[in-house]
């Protein structure tokens, strides 16, 4: 399979220069590997939405998948939510 463009939104970068150190490491490892592998296991697909999410502590990292026509014009955009709490209060 080829490897898949990462387009990282504006947004996204910027949550990433507010993020602790450990946490921007492994979302950037997280997202290199989505470039090989977009729908890895422990991905959730989001509900009634177009997209994607994978678990990343208390952050999640979003994102779509472009499958395209052909393999080589694959591409995913990625942002970052979090932190996240349990049962959606702060």
Not at 10 to 37: C, H, M, Y
Not at 59 to 73: F, K, M, P, Q, T
């Amino acid at each position: 399979m080829a490897e898949y463009q990462r387009t990282i939104s504006r947004s996204a970068t910027k949550e990433f220069e507010g993020l602790p150190k450990n946490v921007i490491e492994r979302a950037r490892r997280t997202i290199q590997a989505l470039a090989f592998d977009p729908r890895p296991a422990g991905c959730k697909k989001l509900e009634g939405q177009y997209g994607w999410r994978i678990r990343l502590g208390d952050y999640r990292i979003l994102y779509e998948i472009d499958d395209g026509e052909r393999v080589s014009a694959s591409s995913l955009f990625v942002t970052v939510a979090g932190p996240t709490t349990e049962h959606g209060h702060s």
